[in-house]
């Protein structure tokens, strides 16, 4: 899946939960916060845990994802009910 596909979907994944996994192999829960042409911003599921770090935009704190490094990609609701 190309950068350009990825953004459309994560455009349409905006504030849902979602399952990342980038192509290092590591995981991301969370919800979809912001999205632009370079990263995707997820909210941690559970939140930051006090840490200071991270992203404030209109939809909440997050943390970025390069849409480059994404390899997958799936709404959580699948993994969480």
Do not use: E
Request: glycine letters at 22%.
């Amino acid at each position: 899946m190309g950068q350009s596909d990825m953004y459309n979907l994560c455009k349409q994944y905006h504030m849902k939960m979602v399952y990342i996994t980038d192509k290092q192999g590591k995981r991301h829960v969370g919800r979809i916060t912001n999205v632009d042409r370079r990263m995707v911003y997820i909210q941690p599921r559970g939140g930051f845990g006090g840490y200071g770090f991270g992203y404030w935009g209109g939809g909440g704190f997050g943390y970025g994802i390069a849409l480059g490094a994404i390899a997958g990609i799936a709404l959580a609701g699948a993994f969480f009910w």
